[in-house]
């Protein structure tokens, strides 16, 4: 029940990031407790300095096994995410590195230093087929630490380069640093940009995701996709009944005013450590419809507030959820122009890298 967190909430707020705790890791022994609030505890538990981890994986592209999402691979340059919002499903995935799903999702940002030499390996091989790749399907591949880093302009290049499919979803304006590289792989039908905005509120985004770029400069994103000739589309997502569905038709509206030709959507569920780090993130937040809010989320998901069903769990089923994909549906169909783009998977070339992989 959404009442049971109503003790454990405290006046205490860590502006800037969207968790306020850090939850058991459901793989862990052992974890962290601040029984005296001393000034060793508030060092060790408080300490709000983003640390990076350098790995060096042994793969970098995902098969992506779920029908829900559309696209046949995932690359995730970065684990773990900055940009701090609350509802973000990949929270999960940094326990299996060992970390919380809460503050740590925040805070310990792994860098995946090889990616791009990966990613030709990957491109070089003659068995390979191409096939769109999502950039990223879990974390942003433009949160802050891609600013000094560079791996997703490194992806970029090296796509451009093998003449290789790539859909981008970010809600970074860092997106328009690499708008030269866009615009080449756009002039052979090889990108497409998604921009995540979940609505208009200002004073809610500050607080739902605290470091991600305002709604405003997000619009103008889309317009500068745009005027470049760079596929792109806004993503309204998540949708959190009671507290930004209603802003589903400026969303849309603003979008398609600025260019924007697809559209998506899916309403929120809050798997694993996720319904935890929310609800206290809710309670503290909007104690006044707290329980509404929740109880609508239960709604949309069978009476809980997780749902893993396939093509079920990003939609939703219910009224509340009926109403949601009824008022996007009207919006988008008023506002945004049919989508007629199509990947081009037809001029990869899987020798493009011979020279430089020769050198190995």
């Avoid at 995730?76 to 503050?103: F, K, M, T």
């Amino acid at each position: 029940m959404i009442t049971a967190m109503q003790n454990s909430t405290s006046n205490n707020y860590y502006n800037g990031r969207g968790a306020q705790i850090n939850t058991q890791n459901k793989f862990s022994t052992q974890q962290y407790a601040q029984d005296h609030i001393e000034g060793i505890d508030e060092e060790l538990l408080q300490k709000e300095k983003t640390q990076i981890i350098y790995t060096y994986p042994k793969t970098i592209i995902n098969k992506v096994e779920s029908t829900d999402i559309g696209l046949a691979y995932s690359l995730n340059p970065y684990q773990g995410c900055e940009h701090g919002c609350i509802y973000c499903y990949a929270r999960n995935s940094h326990e299996y590195w060992g970390y919380s799903a809460g503050l740590d999702f925040e805070r310990k940002i792994m860098v995946k230093k090889n990616v791009s030499e990966l990613l030709e390996v990957q491109f070089s091989q003659k068995n390979w087929k191409p096939k769109p790749i999502m950039l990223s399907g879990n974390t942003d591949c433009y949160q802050p630490i891609e600013r000094g880093h560079e791996l997703t302009r490194q992806v970029l290049k090296t796509c451009l380069k093998y003449k290789h499919p790539i859909a981008i979803i970010t809600k970074n304006t860092l997106v328009l640093r690499d708008l030269d590289i866009l615009a080449e792989l756009a002039a052979h039908q090889l990108v497409h940009v998604m921009i995540s905005i979940t609505g208009t509120d200002e004073k809610t985004r500050q607080i739902l995701e605290p470091r991600t770029a305002t709604y405003k400069n997000r619009f103008k994103t889309i317009e500068t996709l745009a005027q470049h000739h760079i596929p792109c589309g806004v993503m309204v997502a998540p949708i959190i009944p009671g507290i930004n569905n209603h802003e589903i038709p400026s969303v849309l509206e603003t979008a398609g005013n600025a260019g924007a030709t697809a559209a998506g959507i899916t309403i929120v569920r809050l798997n694993g450590a996720v319904e935890l780090i929310f609800k206290d993130w809710l309670l503290k937040n909007f104690p006044d419809r707290a329980h509404k809010v929740w109880n609508q989320i239960m709604d949309c998901h069978g009476g809980k507030v997780s749902d893993s069903r396939k093509s079920i769990r990003m939609k939703g089923e219910g009224k509340i959820a009926e109403s949601i994909m009824q008022l996007y549906k009207l919006s988008k169909e008023k506002f945004i122009p049919e989508d007629t783009f199509k990947f081009n998977c037809n001029i990869f070339n899987h020798k493009a890298g011979e020279a430089q992989l020769s050198l190995f």
